[in-house]
């Protein structure tokens, strides 16, 4: 029997708000282990079979909670995650504990610490992409391959300015652009810095808010939008490639990275002029306190507002790559 579960079948249940167990062990085998998607969509678990005098191992990171069910078919250690957010990365990590005891004969205590110690002696050596940028690098990359049906794509690479440290994520013939993306139900958006909403002297800004959702198996990956992103300025604008592979790298993207997470448009984009959204203004400060006040960030809720007058029409129609 397999020692893990694809991820897209746990996303189909989630997403339906499904429960369903997977038996990992071989039936009569001890511990029997099994891979649980709770009912309501609310998270997933990892059940493992104590003996008599057993006891679960002590949760050491405050992101993992590790408690004890009993049912007519014994006593079961649950192991599971406080963050909803990290339920796709948590899923790796229960199949690399199940993997432990299944496969290897160790001990859920052993599974436990050593998978720990495994996950935090790579992510010391090596930094990952975390929730939040990932699905904002999607949605750049949906940007982008959309600006390239209105400017091509040459412009569009050339736009998108904010893996450079711009203020804003896109500069674009005529108008800026600043995007933010969140999996959330409602539109909110962290702010980053004094700066990021007020436009450049001559130059309109607008403010694009994109929602996302697991997708399940219509959804489209991260890696999915890169390659469709890749192909296109490959093929039309072959000279972009390496500014396209730049950006890239810069926001930490790359082939190797865990791919099988997959999203779809939770609502249409909203376009608002950013001159009209909910803002800090330190301008109302006495000078001598103003200066002393070196970073900025705070979020803002947009939800239910509608799209701006006279947009620019190069946003509408918006799908992922």
């Known amino acids: 029997m397999s020692t893990s579960v694809p991820w897209h079948r746990v996303e189909d249940f989630l997403g339906a708000g499904q429960a369903t167990t997977y038996p990992l062990s071989r039936p009569g085998a001890r511990p029997q282990v099994s891979y649980v998607v709770e009912h309501g969509g609310q998270g997933i678990a990892l059940h493992v079979e104590l003996g008599s005098r057993a006891r679960p191992p002590r949760a050491t990171l405050p992101t993992i909670r590790i408690d004890q069910l009993a049912d007519r078919s014994g006593r079961f250690a649950r192991i599971r995650t406080t963050q909803p957010a990290l339920l796709r990365d948590f899923h790796d990590f229960l199949c690399a504990v199940a993997d432990r005891i299944i496969s290897h004969h160790r001990t859920l205590d052993q599974a436990y610490a050593e998978t720990v110690r495994a996950w935090s002696a790579l992510l010391a050596r090596q930094g990952t992409l975390g929730l939040e940028k990932r699905i904002g690098l999607i949605g750049e990359l949906a940007v982008v391959h959309h600006l ?74 991260l890696g999915d939008c890169a390659r469709a992103v890749r192909r296109g300025v490959a093929e039309h604008a072959p000279a972009a490639l390496g500014t396209l592979d730049r950006c890239l790298a810069a926001v930490g993207w790359s082939e190797a990275l865990a791919d099988d997470e997959r999203w779809t448009l939770r609502t249409p984009l909203l376009v608002l002029d950013a001159a009209t959204l909910p803002r800090l203004d330190l301008a109302v400060l006495p000078k001598e306190t103003r200066d002393r006040i070196s970073s900025v960030q705070y979020a803002i809720d947009v939800t239910d507002l509608s799209c701006a007058l006279h947009s620019p029409s190069a946003l509408a129609d918006f799908r992922l790559p």
Do not use: M
């Open 148 to 221: 390239a049906h209105a400017y091509g794509w040459a412009t569009a690479v050339e736009s998108w300015t904010g893996p450079e440290g711009e203020e804003h994520d896109f500069g674009l013939p005529g108008y800026d652009l600043e995007l933010k993306t969140t999996s959330s139900e409602r539109r909110r958006h962290t702010i980053h810095g004094i700066a990021q909403l007020d436009a450049a002297p001559g130059r309109p800004l607008w403010f694009a808010s994109l929602q996302l959702t697991r997708g399940g198996a219509d959804g489209r990956t």
